[in-house]
C-alpha cells in the first residue's frame, strides 16, 4: 500500500521517490589495484604505496579476490553478471585523489539487475530493483583541521575496493530506504564481502530522494544526500529532505538537482555543491586496464561457495520452526544471531519457539544493554538451552528463569549452578503448596468470607499471598489449581 | 681498434676473449659522450660513476663465468624510464628535480642483464613531438647535419646512437618515436607489438599506444636487446603473456618466398619521387633475395593521423593530470590556495605542446564531444586494425618509408604543428593497429638517412628482425656514419 505525505500546510498529498546507492568496502586483504594493506587504523600514508601515490609510470593490477567478492553480490541478488565489464576512468582534481582521476565502472559494470525484498510494516513484501553495482577504488581523505594553513592528505584509503550498489527509485518512504539499506547490510556481512562498520565507512550511502504530488507520473527533481553513516540518520536525513523540499516547492520554489550534505549535529542537509558547478568527468575506458572476462565457470566456482542467504534462511525458520515472517527476519539479520539461534534449537532438541523469544528478549535485552554483539554473549547457546530445559520440565518458573539467566550472564555459572546456589528449584509438590495456601487461607478469614461472598477479584490477593510465601517459586498453574479448589471450601 | 664501431655481438666477443675489459669499454663510451654531449645534446643526464660501478660488476661476472649476452654493454636510456635513484626527466620541467625511488621493468631487466648504463637520453617533453625541440632541456641536433633534427620523440636516443656515443639505447614509440628518429638519423629501431615489453615503469603519454624498444645501429643489435627487455610482466595488466623467442638466433631465416606487401597508399600521394625511389631499391634487393613482391592496399590509411591525434591527447590528458604540484614533480612558489597550486604548478611545469595535447584531449573527452571524436575516432581505429589484418592475408610483411623527408632544419615547423605531425603519417598505423614495425636505413637523400619501414603481425617480431637483417646483409646503409663521428 502506498505511503503518502500530506503536508501540513497546504494538506496536499505528496509521494516520495528514494533511490539509495551504497558504497560497501569490500573485505579484500589488499588495494584493488595495489597490493598495499587495507587495514583500518594505520598511522597516516602508511599503507600507500607507489601505485597508490600515482607515482610516473605505475600501473594498476586488479585484484581477483575483489572480483569474486562482486560477483558473490550479483549472484545473492539475483543479478546478471556480466561477461565483460570495463573499468573506466573518472578524471578530477582533487589533492586526495593522487592519479588525478577514479578507477570505476561506468558503461559496462559487472552486476547489473538484480533485486531486493524487504519486509513492510503491514507484513506485506516489495521488491526493490537494483540497478547494477561496479567495482572501483576508493579516494584518499583530506584533512583540513590542526594543520593551520594546510591541508593533510592521508592515502591508506586510497586505491581500497569499493562495490557502489545502485537502486532503482523503488522506495516510498524513509522506512522502506532504511529496510533497504539494513537488508543490503545484513546481506554484505553474510556474504563475508563487507564488514558492515559503519563508523569506520566501511559501509556508507548516497540517498537521491525527490517528491512529486499525489498521481503524477514524472519524478520531481532530486537532491542527492551525502555523508550519512548510520541507519538512523539516513531516516532523519530522508525524513529532513521531504519536508524540505514539500515546504519548497508549496512556497513556490523549486528543488534544485544537487548534492546536499546531512549534518547530524544539527538535523539538516545543506547544499554541498550545485549542477553549475558540477565537474565534466570526461569518463573513457581505462587503457591500463583490459575488459574484465568472467567466464561461465568463474561464477560456477563463486556460486558453489555461497552460505545460505538470509532469506533463504528465514524462509526455513518460518517454515521448519513455525516462527513468523518478523521473528525470522530478525532472527537472521546477521549470520552470527541466526547461527547462535540455531546451535540453541540444536542443543535444546526442539522447542524453537521458546528458544527464539529468548534469544530475541531476554538475550538480545542483555547484549544491548551491555553494548555486546552476539559474537561476545556471556551466556552461550549450550548455557541458555540448558535454562530453557529448566523451564521445560517445571524446575523454575518463566519469571525466575529471567532472574536465573542474569545471574548466569553476571557470574558465568550454569542454570542449574544458579538454581541450586539460590534455592530458586520451582515447588511443585502439590503437598508442599497445598499446606503453604491452607496457612494462606487460615490467616485471612475476612477475604476468604469475602471471596466466597462473590468478590472473584480478590482471587488475586491469595496468588500474591501465597507466592509470596513460597518466595516465588511454586508453579504458577498447580497454584492456581489448588487454590481455586481450597477456596471453594 | 675502434670500439664505437664495433656492434653488440662483437663487442660481447671482445669481453668474452678479455680482447678489452667492460671497464675499457665503458671509458670509451664515457669519453665519446662527454665529448660530444656538448653539440649534440642527446643526453640529459650523463652517469659516468654508474657506468663505472655498473662496468666494474660487469668484469667480475665476467671474469666469474656468470655473464650472460649483454654483459657489460653499455647503453644509453631514454628518460621515460625510470631508474632508481638516478632523474627521470621525462623532458619536462615538471619533472626537473624528480628521482624516482624505483627502476622501470625494462631498466630492471637491463640491469639484471649486466649492461652499463651512460645516461638518459634527451627526449620530447614527455614524447610528444617529432623533433625533439619541445625538450625543456634544450633541442638536440642531427649528428648527419647539426642544423637539423633527429626526429622525436626519442630524438636522444637517436643522436647518441648516430654519433656512436652509446652502442644502444632504449626508445618509446606512440605514434613513431622510435621509427621516425631512427631513419632520421640512420640507425635501426623496432618498436614491437603492444603488449610485448612492459609499461611498467615507463612514464605514459598514451596508454594504449605507448611501446617500449630499442634502437642501434643493426637488426642484429636490436634482437640481441629486444630479447633482453620482452616477455610478460604481472604488474603491467596489458604486457601479454607468449613466450618471447630467441630472436638473435632467427635471424638467418631467409626471405626466399617471403610475401612482401608494399602499401599503396604510402607510396601515392605526395611522396616525395627520391624517397620512394629509395623504397623501390630496396624492394629490389629483396626481389634479388627471392622474395615475393606483393601490393596490398589499406584504403584507410589517411584517416590514421587525425585519429590518433583524438585518441593520444584523450589519454594524455588523463595521464598527465597526476603531475599536480602535491606529491612529486614541480610546486609554483607560495600558492595561495589549492586552484592557484593547480594552475600555477601546471602552467609552469609543462610546456606549449604538453598543454596543446591536454586541451586537445580533454576537449574531446567532454560531455557533447565524447561520440562526435573520442567514440568515432576509436570506431576508426577498429577500422585501420581490420584493414591491416586483411592485408596480413596477401603480405607476410608489409613495407613503405618511415617518414616522408629526411631531417628538417632546427625551427622549420616548430610554429607549425599539424605539418609536425604529418611527419608520422607512415608511423601511427602501426601503433593505433598494435603491431610490431621497425625502420631500418636504406639510403641518403642528398647525404641525408632516409628509413626503410618494415611492419609485421602481431607478435612477427622475429620474422621483423630477420627480414630487416637479410637486407642488412646485402646492404651497408647501417654501418654508415655521419662523418664528423667516425
Not at chain 1, 156 to 177: C, F, Y
Not at chain 1, 366 to 393: E, F, M, P, Q
Not at chain 2, 466 to 482: F, I
Request: aromatic fraction near 8%; glycine fraction near 8%.
Amino acid at each position: 500500500m502506498a505511503e503518502y505525505v500530506k503536508s501540513t500546510l497546504t494538506g496536499r498529498e505528496w509521494e516520495v521517490v528514494i533511490g539509495l546507492e551504497i558504497h560497501a568496502q569490500l573485505a579484500t586483504n589488499s588495494k584493488i589495484f595495489s597490493a598495499s594493506s587495507t587495514a583500518y587504523g594505520a598511522p597516516p600514508n602508511s599503507q600507500a604505496n607507489l601505485v597508490d601515490l600515482g607515482y610516473p609510470g605505475v600501473l594498476p593490477v586488479l585484484n581477483g579476490e575483489a572480483v569474486r567478492m562482486a560477483i558473490r553480490f550479483g549472484l545473492a541478488v539475483g543479478a546478471a553478471i556480466a561477461p565483460r565489464s570495463v573499468f573506466a576512468r573518472k578524471n578530477y582534481f582533487y589533492p586526495d585523489l593522487p592519479k588525478g582521476y577514479q578507477i570505476s565502472q561506468y558503461e559496462l559494470p559487472v552486476v547489473q539487475h538484480g533485486t531486493m525484498p524487504i519486509l513492510l510494516e503491514d507484513g506485506s513484501t516489495k521488491v526493490i530493483g537494483i540497478t547494477r553495482a561496479h567495482l572501483e577504488e576508493d579516494a584518499g581523505k583530506s584533512m583540513h583541521e590542526g594543520l593551520g594553513a594546510f591541508s593533510g592528505i592521508d592515502l591508506n584509503r586510497a586505491g581500497t575496493p569499493l562495490l557502489e550498489i545502485v537502486s532503482e527509485p523503488d522506495m516510498r518512504s524513509a522506512k522502506e530506504a532504511v529496510a533497504y539499506l539494513k537488508k543490503i547490510h545484513t546481506l554484505v556481512r553474510y556474504l563475508e564481502i563487507c564488514d558492515g562498520n559503519m563508523q569506520e565507512g566501511s559501509f556508507r550511502c548516497d540517498a537521491n530522494v525527490s517528491v512529486r504530488p499525489v498521481g503524477q507520473e514524472k519524478f520531481g527533481t532530486r537532491a542527492e544526500l551525502k555523508n550519512i553513516n548510520s541507519f538512523r540518520f539516513v531516516e532523519k536525513a530522508i525524513q529532513y529532505e521531504i519536508a524540505r523540499q514539500i515546504e519548497l516547492i508549496e512556497s513556490g520554489g523549486k528543488v534544485v538537482q544537487e548534492t546536499r550534505l546531512y549534518d547530524s549535529a544539527r538535523d539538516e542537509t545543506r547544499s554541498m555543491r550545485s549542477k553549475e558547478e558540477a565537474n565534466d568527468y570526461r569518463y573513457f575506458p581505462d587503457p591500463d586496464l583490459l575488459p574484465l572476462a568472467i567466464s561461465e565457470s568463474d561464477i560456477a566456482i563463486v556460486r558453489s561457495t555461497l552460505p545460505e542467504l538470509p532469506d533463504e534462511k528465514a524462509a526455513r525458520f518460518c517454515s521448519d520452526h513455525g516462527l513468523s515472517a518478523y521473528d525470522a527476519g530478525v532472527l537472521t539479520s546477521s549470520r552470527e544471531l541466526a547461527a547462535y539461534y540455531e546451535a540453541v534449537v540444536a542443543a535444546a532438541g526442539g522447542e524453537p519457539k521458546l528458544c527464539a523469544n529468548w534469544v530475541m528478549g531476554e538475550i538480545a535485552g542483555l547484549l544491548n544493554r551491555d553494548s555486546l554483539d552476539i559474537t561476545a554473549t556471556k551466556v552461550n547457546a549450550t548455557a541458555l538451552a540448558g535454562l530453557l530445559a529448566r523451564i521445560s520440565d517445571a524446575t523454575v518458573s518463566n519469571k525466575l528463569a529471567k532472574e536465573v539467566l542474569l545471574a548466569m550472564w553476571d557470574e558465568g555459572r550454569s542454570a542449574d549452578a544458579v538454581i541450586e546456589a539460590k534455592g530458586l528449584k520451582q515447588i511443585t509438590d502439590t503437598g508442599a503448596i497445598e499446606a503453604i495456601i491452607r496457612q494462606v487461607i487460615d490467616a485471612n478469614p475476612e477475604q476468604v468470607a469475602g471471596y466466597r461472598a462473590g468478590k472473584d477479584k480478590l482471587f488475586g490477593f491469595f496468588v500474591g499471598q501465597a507466592m509470596k510465601a513460597t518466595g516465588g517459586k511454586a508453579n504458577p498453574a498447580q497454584l492456581n489449581d489448588i487454590l481455586k479448589r481450597l477456596l471453594a471450601g | 681498434m675502434s670500439l664505437h664501431t664495433l656492434s653488440v655481438a662483437e663487442l660481447a666477443a671482445g669481453l668474452r676473449s678479455k680482447q678489452f675489459s667492460a671497464t675499457e669499454l665503458a671509458r670509451h663510451f664515457i669519453a665519446r659522450s662527454e665529448a660530444h654531449n656538448g653539440l649534440l645534446n642527446g643526453y640529459i643526464t650523463l652517469t659516468p660513476e654508474r657506468a663505472l660501478a655498473d662496468a666494474a660488476a660487469a668484469d667480475a661476472r665476467l671474469a666469474s663465468g656468470q655473464a650472460g649476452p649483454l654483459t657489460g654493454i653499455p647503453l644509453a636510456q631514454k628518460d621515460i624510464f625510470c631508474t632508481d635513484g638516478i632523474r627521470t626527466t621525462c623532458g619536462s620541467r615538471m619533472l626537473k628535480n624528480f628521482v624516482s625511488p624505483y627502476d622501470a621493468t625494462v631498466v630492471e631487466r637491463l640491469v639484471a642483464a649486466g649492461t652499463v648504463l651512460l645516461g638518459k637520453t634527451n627526449m620530447d617533453e614527455f614524447a610528444m613531438g617529432s623533433s625533439n625541440e619541445t625538450s625543456h632541456f634544450g633541442l638536440v641536433r642531427n649528428p648527419w647535419d647539426t642544423d637539423r633534427v633527429p626526429g622525436g620523440s626519442s630524438g636522444g636516443s637517436a643522436a647518441v646512437v648516430s654519433a656512436r656515443l652509446a652502442p644502444v639505447a632504449t626508445g618509446t614509440d606512440t605514434g613513431g618515436s622510435i621509427r621516425q628518429p631512427a631513419a632520421l638519423t640512420g640507425i635501426s629501431g623496432i618498436k614491437p607489438t603492444y603488449g610485448r615489453v612492459s609499461r611498467y615503469g615507463m612514464i605514459a603519454f598514451a596508454s594504449s599506444l605507448d611501446q617500449a624498444g630499442i634502437m642501434a645501429p643493426s637488426a642484429e643489435d636490436c634482437a640481441l636487446f629486444l630479447e633482453a627487455i620482452a616477455g610478460f610482466d604481472p604488474r603491467d595488466s596489458t604486457s601479454v603473456d607468449v613466450p618471447v623467442p630467441a630472436y638473435s638466433a632467427e635471424l638467418g631465416q631467409s626471405v626466399k618466398g617471403l610475401r612482401i606487401g608494399v602499401v599503396r597508399e604510402f607510396m601515392e600521394g605526395g611522396l616525395d619521387p627520391a624517397n620512394a625511389a629509395l623504397i623501390r631499391a630496396a624492394l629490389q634487393v629483396y626481389a634479388d633475395q627471392g622474395a615475393e613482391i606483393v601490393e596490398v592496399s589499406c584504403p584507410n590509411m589517411g584517416m590514421s593521423v587525425p585519429t590518433y591525434y583524438v585518441v593520444a591527447p584523450a589519454e594524455c590528458s588523463s595521464n598527465l593530470s597526476r603531475f599536480d604540484g602535491v606529491r612529486f614533480g614541480h610546486r609554483c612558489e607560495n600558492p595561495k590556495d589549492l586552484m592557484d597550486l593547480y594552475k600555477r604548478s601546471r602552467g609552469e611545469g609543462f610546456g606549449a605542446e604538453v598543454k596543446r595535447r591536454i586541451m586537445t584531449g580533454a576537449y574531446v573527452l567532454s560531455a557533447g564531444y565524447y561520440d562526435a571524436y573520442y567514440l568515432k575516432a576509436q570506431q576508426v581505429r577498429q577500422l585501420i586494425s581490420r584493414e591491416f589484418a586483411a592485408a596480413f592475408t596477401q603480405a607476410d610483411v608489409l613495407v613503405g618509408p618511415t617518414s616522408p623527408t629526411p631531417a628538417f632544419k632546427i625551427g622549420d615547423k616548430v610554429d607549425d604543428p599539424i605539418t609536425m605531425y604529418l611527419n608520422d603519417i607512415y608511423t601511427i598505423g602501426a601503433n593505433l593497429a598494435g603491431l610490431p614495425a621497425m625502420s631500418i636505413p636504406c639510403g641518403l637523400l642528398d647525404g641525408l638517412p632516409l628509413g626503410l619501414q618494415l611492419i609485421g603481425p602481431h607478435f612477427a617480431e622475429s620474422r621483423l628482425l630477420s627480414t630487416a637483417h637479410a637486407y642488412q646483409q646485402a646492404t651497408d646503409w647501417h654501418r654508415r656514419l655521419p662523418a664528423a663521428y667516425a
